[in-house]
Every structure is written in C-alpha cells, then in structure tokens.
Nanobody, 117 residues
Framework: QVQLVESGGGLVQAGGSLRLACAAS????????MGWFRQAPGKQRELVAS??????TNYEDSVKGRFTISRDNAKNMFLQMNSLKPEDTGIYYC????????????WGQGTQVTVSS
C-alpha cells in the first residue's frame, strides 16, 4: 500500500499563493494518473487537478488558470495555487485519479488551506 503525505497548506489572504506538495512512499507517481482533491467544509471531496502518467494535465473549471499541477520525479507531486479565493478553502489531498477505474490508495491526512477574504 502506497502512503501519501501532503504538506504546504496554511492560512493566506485572498489573492495570495501556496504550493502544496505530495510525497509518496514509493517511486510510483510518474507511472500512474494522479490527482489533487479538495474537501471544502460540509462538502464531498472533489478532484480539482489531475496529471496523467504521460504528463497531460486537467483542471476543474473553478481553478483553471490559477492552479498548476506538476511532478518532479517518481515520488513527489505539487500543486501551485495562485490568486487564491475564499472558496478554495478546504483540506487538500493527493491520490490516484480513478475516473478510469480502480481504487484509490489509502487517503493521507491532507493539508488544510484557508483563504481569508
């Protein structure tokens, strides 16, 4: 079972930036489809950004043009978040993008992002 550790969250004012990091316990991130997920208060977890094993990226409409997903090697993935808005507030998680099937790995603790207005 792959273990995931998210980091980089914090409290930021609207318009600010944060860079989230996801570290996997094994060298696998570059050979699977991965995603960043957000769980806003009182809402279900949703996929906001994804990157395929071939490097193609996709974004949920509300974050397009502001968020950038990337990876630097087989163990680390990032989410650069710019022009943050209060509605970006939530706990951010990384995991497999399973829209094409399969099951996610165990969820990590996530990293809290809070954007103040």
């Amino acid at each position: 079972q792959v273990q995931l550790v998210e980091s980089g969250g914090g409290l930021v004012q609207a318009g600010g930036s944060l860079r989230l990091a996801c570290a996997a316990s094994t060298s696998i991130i570059s050979i699977v489809n991965m995603g960043w997920f957000r769980q806003a208060p009182g809402k279900q977890r949703e996929l906001v950004a994804s990157i395929t094993r071939t490097g193609d990226t996709n974004y949920e409409d509300s974050v397009k043009g502001r968020f950038t997903i990337s990876r630097d090697n087989a163990k680390n993935m990032f989410l650069q978040m710019n022009s943050l808005k209060p509605e970006d507030t939530g706990i951010y998680y990384c995991n497999l993008d399973t829209r094409a099937g399969g099951r996610t790995w165990a969820w990590g603790q996530g990293t809290q992002v809070t954007v103040s207005s």
